[in-house]
């Protein structure tokens, strides 16, 4: 083997060991975790903008009544296949539609059983939600009531007076291809400020940061957490010692000193 080639054989086996080694030998997700993979919006399967028309998703109640005719009138929640059963018709697909285009798809179907028909939905939100996370004191998933501020929802939520770092507050809507982050300076907001008072918007996500001295106190405890937590243990231990019974490593017992 000449010198170039032996010189060729070599780089190519360590960019070959370099690629294995990060990792870069799949460089494309495999068929089968493309299947799962988001794409679109923050990952649920029916969307819209609820607040502009409401569409229904699954857990929703719809309500149909018709003016000539009283035996099609029906409430029915829709089930987790996004179908609801109604006479006559039957099962019908009706989750992601929304008011307009679910009073002209029940318009089409119950037409052969009948020549007028004047049909109305009205549907009862369940599943449109946001959610709060941070420096508050109910955090979590939130119904989402429509023509929300994010100072309304802040409040709502009860931001810790302590901890709370107001100034800072971030309104996230999440998506794999254009995700976007608002800043919110609630603080400002007290002093007649509204240029940050953003609408939310169904499944957006609000965070409350810790100030900066909470969250000093927070790397202190997470950083004293192993030192505490033996204090904490053999505190307990010298308090089970000093009672009636005997202190067996994890057990208590005061029955004479034996194990049931």
């Known amino acids: 083997m000449i ?4 010189s060729w054989l070599v780089c190519a086996l360590v960019g070959a060991l370099l ?3 990060s990792g870069c030998s799949s460089t494309a997700p495999e068929k089968r975790l493309l299947q799962y993979l988001n794409d679109k919006g923050f990952g649920n399967r029916y969307t819209g903008n609820a607040e502009d028309q409401n ?3 699954i857990g929703d109640t719809i309500q149909i009544s018709d ?3 009283p035996d099609i009138n029906d409430t029915q929640r829709v089930d987790i296949d996004g179908t609801v059963v109604l006479a006559e018709v039957g099962a019908l697909h009706v989750a992601g539609q929304t008011r307009s285009e679910l009073e002209a ?3 089409q179907k119950y037409s052969p059983y009948y020549e007028q028909l004047k049909i109305d939905v009205r549907i009862q939100t369940q599943n449109k ?3 709060v996370f941070g420096e508050v004191a109910a955090e979590g998933r939130k119904q989402f009531p429509g023509d929300l501020t994010v100072f309304e929802a ?3 939520a009860v931001p810790d007076p302590q901890t709370a770092n107001l100034g800072r507050v971030k309104v996230i809507r999440a998506d794999p291809r254009d995700p976007l982050i608002i800043p919110v300076n609630i603080s400002a907001m007290f002093r007649g400020d509204s240029t940050d008072n953003v609408l939310i918007q169904e499944r957006d996500i609000i ?3 810790p100030t900066m001295i909470a969250e000093f106190g927070y790397f202190l405890a997470d950083l004293m957490f192993p030192i505490t937590n033996v204090l904490r243990q053999t505190a307990s231990a010298i308090l089970l010692l000093n009672g009636n019974g005997r202190y067996y490593g994890n057990r208590y017992n005061n029955n004479n000193g034996l194990f049931p």
Not at 3 to 6: A, E, N
């Open 207 to 209: 965070y409350v940061p």
């Open 3 to 6: 010198p170039s080639q032996r």
């Open 19 to 21: 690629c294995w080694a």
């Open 105 to 107: 798809f029940l318009t």
């Open 129 to 131: 939600v946001y959610f």
């Open 154 to 156: 802040v409040m709502d």
């Open 67 to 69: 003016a000539f005719h």
């Open 55 to 57: 569409y229904v998703t």
